[in-house]
T-cell receptor, first 115, second 115 residues
Framework: AQSVAQPEDQVNVAEGNPLTVKCTYS??????LFWYVQYPNRGLQFLLK??????LVKGSYGFEAEFNKSQTSFHLKKPSALVSDSALYFC?????????????FGGGTRLMVKP | DAGVIQSPRHEVTEMGQEVTLRCKPI?????LFWYRQTMMRGLELLIY????????DSGMPEDRFSAKMPNASFSTLKIQPSEPRDSAVYFC?????????????FGSGTQLSVL
């Protein structure tokens, strides 16, 4: 079985400061990892993904995430937060070696960026 | 492309009534997913289809829920009879398998309120 944990329900950051949203995962095989963002009253939007290759993945809106296999983590980061980054962030995993097709999401972390 | 299109955006109904949610995936995508989002349980996968065939419906909460995909461009999620605990945001998502991209595209969701 595969699972995703986002240990923080909410992360508060001041505008201009770096932000980190944590994610750890569990899969039996090798992972595909994703971050999605949900703005108020909107659907989920793709931010970035790790499939293979470089462990540091750069995505939309200046976000990046680092795949750490030994720690089974895929934390989302941004060097300088914007108020407009305030949203709900979801980490997701799929087992690359499993013939199934399911994406499992974490519970989400609400990011609040204050001016 | 218009993206994944869901209708209606909002649905308010009374307990016991039948509810039908609709989804039009992105043209050319061959996998379709129905997710439910609630405060308590986060994002849950209800069912997904590959090439119009249901692959895994283990996430469907009970027999009151059913989903169909009569063709590659249309899917429905039906709840009959509806109950207040079904109130949630229901998301449809689609992707094209076999490309190595793995990116999932979400619709804007249907906000369901069962009174």
């Amino acid at each position: 079985a595969q699972s995703v944990a986002q240990p923080e329900d909410q992360v508060n950051v001041a505008e201009g400061n770096p932000l980190t949203v944590k994610c750890t995962y569990s899969v039996s095989g090798n992972p595909y990892l994703f971050w999605y963002v949900q703005y108020p009253n909107r659907g989920l939007q793709f931010l970035l993904k790790y499939i293979t290759g470089d462990n540091l993945v750069k995505g939309s809106y200046g976000f990046e995430a680092e795949f750490n296999k030994s720690q089974t983590s895929f934390h989302l980061k941004k060097p300088s937060a914007l108020v407009s980054d305030s949203a709900l962030y979801f980490c997701a995993v799929r087992d690359r070696d499993n013939a199934g097709n399911m994406l499992t999401f974490g519970g989400g972390t609400r990011l609040m960026v204050k001016p | 492309d218009a993206g994944v299109i869901q209708s209606p955006r909002h649905e308010v109904t009374e307990m016991g009534q039948e509810v039908t949610l609709r989804c039009k995936p992105i043209s050319g995508h061959n996998s379709l997913f129905w997710y439910r989002q609630t405060m308590m349980r986060g994002l849950e996968l209800l069912i997904y289809f590959n090439n119009n065939v249901p692959i895994d419906d283990s996430g469907m909460p009970e027999d009151r829920f059913s989903a169909k995909m009569p063709n590659a461009s249309f899917s429905t999620l039906k709840i009959q009879p509806s109950e207040p605990r079904d109130s949630a945001v229901y998301f449809c998502a689609s992707r094209k398998t076999g490309t190595g991209n793995e990116k999932l595209f979400f619709g804007s969701g249907t906000q369901l309120s069962v009174l």
